[in-house]
């Protein structure tokens, strides 16, 4: 393919994208394959000779779409939302065509120095502490990082490292070994499982901080679990607070967690993935009080704020812990800048690839440039507070039918509802909503309850589509209420 036939390329794949986003609430919203359905329908190896553009184009519609779950269709009300927009993508498309390998400064000075000023305007709109923000002479500073999961792992690790150099210093003939051996992170017992499993890589003991009746853990619960562990002989490193729990939207305490972190020398992570977001709208930022205290904090711009896949941003009051965990320089990586960002602290906000896992990054920050930029903060705000809006519209229609109950405060955009009774007949009627393929939801565990999630997800998704959603749900339940009494009669 040559320059002239991609650009025609180029718009014919535009064409389909922006058909495909318009169109997609035509598509059902959850395929109709089972599991191995697309191996037969492709050959078994790879073509010896070229095909043509439009064989594989016209191979998207017959092999690819029948198995897609379609994310961003306005019946999808599952998970939480997978943000996109247009500005997104056509960041996306430029940031492939750059194809840099952003590892330093110098691997391409633009894709490093853009995010780090992305950043601090981020940081900014969610109105983050001064000493979070790189600025032009800050310890702290902000990255892209590809997930949640990641920056739980990144903060672990650099948690991990900065402690046993601790102990080591007080407590010189302890070996890394023994140190390693009674470490111990901790987590609310509603946190998503990316934070055991970053224990698992990191090497260190999780223990759950059992949750309030709100979900929320407190300080006093955080302060028991420590004091029985460290009478123990352990040694506590890290707490991991969560803003917008997964199974509910709960939000742990940080006024009371963070002084008891800070007290007992425990690195603070917060992970806000999906709640984040909203705090860059002046009702919501009360949930982030007490991130002052926090070392590390995250959330994900593409999972709320019209950012696609992948952008979680990440923040530290302190990147000499991230540099210290993670610097490694062979001569292959260093510049003829080097001695001058040595030289300067502010030159180590520029040193990203010592802040993540993998060495090389992606362009990401383009697509928070171009969506900053094109929608404005008033214009994100607004599309946090109509999702806000909605999620409230279907709590007040799940109210108003004294079958069904809320199992969670409402906070932002997803919803804890049930049947009234028991867990059968709830896994009975997400069963069938979800064969019907007319919405697709997923379902939470609350203490014993199995409760379905209703997440407001699709950046185009309206009143009309909530009515709908609820109607149907309204109507398999009648259904399968009615069935459900005939078999106990029966029995």
């Not at 697309?38 to 000779?49: E, G, N, S, T, V």
């Not at 002989?233 to 997964?246: H, M, S």
Request: glycine content about 6%.
């Amino acid at each position: 393919m040559d320059a002239a036939e991609f650009r025609k390329r180029g718009k014919e794949m535009v064409d389909y994208v922006a058909d495909y986003l318009e169109k997609i609430e035509k598509r059902q919203v959850f395929p109709d394959v089972e599991p191995g359905y697309l191996r037969p329908l492709i050959a078994d190896c790879a073509p010896q000779d070229p095909e043509s553009f439009e064989d594989v184009f016209k191979d998207i519609e017959k092999i690819i779409m029948p198995g897609v779950t379609h994310w961003h269709s306005p019946y999808f009300f599952a998970y939480f939302p997978a943000a996109s927009s247009f500005p997104a993508l056509l960041a996306d498309m430029l940031c492939g065509g750059i194809g840099c390998v952003g590892f330093s400064w110098a691997s391409s000075p633009a894709c490093t120095e853009l995010e780090t000023v992305m950043l601090d305007w981020l940081g900014k709109m969610v109105n983050l502490p001064e000493e979070f923000l790189a600025g032009k002479d800050g310890q702290g500073g902000g990255v892209i990082q590809g997930s949640a999961s990641e920056a739980t792992l990144i903060a672990l690790l650099a948690a991990r490292t900065k402690t046993i150099r601790q102990v080591q210093s007080e407590q010189p003939e302890l070996t890394e070994a023994e140190i390693m051996g009674r470490l111990v992170a901790y987590a609310s017992d509603q946190a998503h499982s990316s934070v055991e499993r970053a224990a698992l890589i990191g090497a260190v003991k999780i223990k759950n901080v059992p949750s309030d009746d709100t979900f929320s853990v407190c300080g006093s619960a955080l302060k028991k679990v420590l004091d029985e562990d460290k009478a123990a002989g352990l040694i506590p490193f890290f707490f991991c607070a969560t803003l917008g729990t997964t199974p509910c939207c709960s939000f742990d305490k940080l006024l009371e967690l963070g002084p008891v972190c800070n007290k007992e020398n425990i690195w603070m992570h917060i992970d806000a993935a999906y709640a984040g977001s909203a705090f860059i709208c002046p009702e919501f930022r009360h949930l982030l009080n007490g991130v002052e205290f926090a070392d590390s904090f995250n959330f994900n711009p593409h999972k709320w704020l019209l950012v696609n896949f992948d952008c979680s941003a990440m923040w530290v009051k302190k990147r000499s812990d991230l540099i210290g965990a993670f610097k490694l320089e062979p001569l292959y990586l260093q510049h003829h800048h080097q001695e001058s960002v040595v030289a300067s602290d502010t030159g180590s906000s520029l040193w990203l690839q010592h802040w993540q896992i993998p060495l090389g990054r992606r362009f990401r920050s383009l697509k928070l440039w171009f969506v900053l930029r094109m929608y404005g903060v008033k214009g994100l705000q607004e599309h946090i507070r109509k999702h806000v809006r909605l999620s409230h519209q279907f709590e007040h229609l799940v109210l108003q039918d004294e079958r069904f109950e809320i199992c969670a405060e409402v906070v932002l955009g997803l919803v804890c509802f049930r049947l009234k009774g028991s867990n059968e007949l709830n896994e009975a009627l997400l069963q069938s909503i979800n064969d019907a393929k007319k919405i697709h939801l997923v379902p939470c565990h609350l203490r014993e309850k199995f409760v379905l999630r209703f997440a407001i997800c699709s950046r185009t998704v309206e009143s009309t589509h909530v009515k709908f959603a609820w109607q149907h749900i309204s109507q398999l339940a009648t259904d399968l209420l009615k069935t459900w009494e005939q078999n106990h009669h029966q029995q």
